[in-house]
């Protein structure tokens, strides 16, 4: 991939699409290609052949698809599973039908099993059940991931490279109750105490899930290397995270400090926890020289100030 290469970012509005654009841009890629959902449904096969076929990029960043939290998952499990196989399978046959030389695709933490050793190492996938509430999405991506190794398996012409990044944060997330993840959804939550000058807050479960957070400018920093590095990748699946992990209740914390909540935190223990802990073992994209470089307090200040400044438009 040069800086002239022609690259399409799908899903560029989005949390990591949004990243992928202003790292590519910062880097010196020049010729991105975009288009909204409005004016290109994935999910409509033909809409995505004329594009490819009019457009020819050479390169794809599928960053497009329905994500959403625990709420959004369990109500609408059959559009999760649907929605993302019809965009992948749409854009994995046009780029190998229409000249693409290589594809980031992302997995998802959730295709590793709900009770699994931890780090999790990338041969811990499939050894055990899902978490139910996301089971459809996660069914959806294991298709995304094993159809990565099937196509380069199948055929030798675009390189499907599979990333599987742990939850992100940063500007562009999804601060919308209804749809937000955990790290998002506190940032609104306890901004909205703070500005209600409410002297307590009651938050779900009982905080001692643990989880691990990447910025969106690192996992597209991560994607963009994958490509660069394309020659020396395995026909696997590589995590991306940064090795930490912070219980929610520490998650909490830190963020009150980030957003000047001074109130009291109450924990709802009759909700449910969920996986007790998501921590992915990175080491074998680490070995190969990628790092992260966001330091998390200051991307969470970072993203605070992004969400001051856009909530008017937010999701
Ligand atoms: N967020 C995470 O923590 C996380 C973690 C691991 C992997 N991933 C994966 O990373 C990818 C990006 O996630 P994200 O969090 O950046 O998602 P996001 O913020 O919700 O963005 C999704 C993007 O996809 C677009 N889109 C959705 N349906 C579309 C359709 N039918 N046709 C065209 N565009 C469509 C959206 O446009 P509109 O908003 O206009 O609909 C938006 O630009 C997804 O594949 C997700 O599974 C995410």
């Known amino acids: 991939m040069n800086v002239n290469s022609k690259i399409y970012v799908a899903g560029h509005t989005g949390l990591l699409g949004s990243a992928l654009i202003r790292v590519l841009s ?94 999790m190492k990338e041969e811990y996938w499939l050894t055990g059940a899902l978490e ?57 939550k306890l901004h909205d105490a703070k500005t209600a000058h409410q002297n307590e807050i009651v938050l779900w479960g009982s905080g001692s899930p643990r989880r691990e957070f990447i910025h969106s400018e690192d996992t597209a920093r991560a994607s963009i290397f994958m490509v660069e590095n394309s020659e020396k990748l395995e026909n696997r699946h590589y995590n991306a995270g940064t090795g930490t992990d912070y219980s929610i209740k520490e998650l909490a914390e830190i963020m009150s400090d980030v957003v000047g909540y001074k109130g009291k935190i109450t924990w709802d223990t009759s909700k449910p926890d969920g996986t007790p802990r998501k921590l992915l073992d990175s080491s074998r994209i680490l070995s190969l020289g990628w790092k992260p470089q966001v330091n998390f307090k200051q991307g969470l200040e970072e993203t605070y100030v992004w969400f001051l400044h856009n909530r008017p438009g937010l999701k």
């Open 26 to 119: 910062n880097k010196g890629y020049g010729n991105i290609i975009t288009r909204s959902h409005a004016d290109l449904d994935l999910t409509d096969r033909k809409q995505v052949e004329n594009y490819f076929i009019n457009e020819k990029p050479e390169f794809v960043f599928l960053a497009a698809g329905k994500v959403g939290g625990i709420i959004s998952n369990r109500t609408y499990p059959a559009d999760y599973l649907h929605i993302n196989i019809a965009i992948q399978d749409n854009v994995f046959e046009s780029s190998k039908n229409f000249g693409v030389k290589a594809l980031v695709y992302y997995g998802s933490s959730c295709t590793y099993p709900k009770i699994c050793e931890q780090p």
């Open 132 to 188: 139910d509430t996301s089971a459809a999405y996660a069914a959806a991506k294991i298709a995304g991931i094993i159809g990565c190794r099937s196509y380069n398996q199948q055929f030798n012409s675009t390189k499907y490279i599979c990333l599987i990044p742990n939850s992100m944060f940063g500007p562009h997330d999804n601060f919308d109750l209804e749809n937000a993840h955990v790290l998002s959804s506190l940032m609104k």
